[in-house]
């Protein structure tokens, strides 16, 4: 079974603070995603890589930057936190290059931001 | 770019067949449907996916159209257990992977 463990469940940290969530994958996928889920939002995409130091901006990627440096884990950084980034963090991974597999889905991390 | 339109919530019985819509217009050709179920607190959960016609499995079946600009994906006796949020997701074929889900679909089974 594909296992995604993101480091935190819960995370509380002040504005103004440089935010690091941590993403880890052992299925050995090509493919890492990050997204946040707000209500009434759905997810949104912030980054996605699909190779090791490859990135590609989502929808939202403003005030975030992503960092790839081995295949299994794929950080999302908040530069300077600030409180319109309180949110539910969501990290995923997918094999191959096209969109007829499925992406494996961490169970999330909630980040309130004082 | 495809994006998907799914109703916001719905309302079931235990024991009734639940079929939720989505509405993706400008699907592409190499795009794939896909179909999660999330719980509270925990990440999406993959449940089908199909290109076109029907695909069933074990828990669920997905109906798409000639046209594919919708898709159906039918809950056969929903029980208390299916209780969450249906997300439609259309995938951005040909390299770059980028995936838009849509707002999800709160189903709520009542006993």
């Known amino acids: 079974d594909v296992k995604v463990t993101q480091s935190s469940r819960y995370l509380v940290k002040r504005t103004g603070e440089k935010v690091f969530l941590e993403c880890v994958q052992d299925m050995d996928h090509e493919n890492m995603f990050w997204y946040r889920q707000d209500p009434g939002l759905g997810l949104r995409l912030i980054y996605f890589s699909y190779d090791v130091k490859m990135k590609e901006k989502g929808d939202i990627p403003e005030g975030y930057s992503v960092s790839r440096e081995k295949k299994e884990r794929f950080s999302l950084i908040l530069e300077s936190a600030s409180t319109n980034q309180t949110s539910m963090y969501l990290c995923?991974?997918?094999?191959?290059?096209?969109?007829?597999?499925?992406?494996?889905f961490g169970d999330g991390t909630r980040l309130s931001i004082l | 770019l495809a994006k998907t339109t799914q109703p916001i919530s719905m309302d079931s019985y235990e024991g009734q067949e639940v079929n939720i819509t989505c509405s993706h217009n400008n699907i592409a050709t190499n795009d794939y449907i896909t179909w999660y179920q999330q719980f509270p607190s925990q990440g999406p959960r993959f449940i089908i996916q199909g290109y076109k016609t029907k695909v069933t499995n074990e828990v669920a079946s997905l109906f798409i159209p000639a046209d594919r600009k919708s898709s159906t994906l039918s809950l056969p006796r929903v029980s208390l257990s299916d209780t969450a949020v249906y997300y439609c997701?259309?995938?951005?074929?040909?390299?770059?992977?980028?995936?838009?889900f849509g707002s999800g679909t709160k189903l709520n089974v009542k006993p």
């Open positions: 997701l259309v995938g951005e074929g040909g390299g770059f992977n980028k995936f838009y």
């Open positions: 995923a991974s997918m094999p191959g290059r096209l969109g007829n597999q499925p992406q494996h």
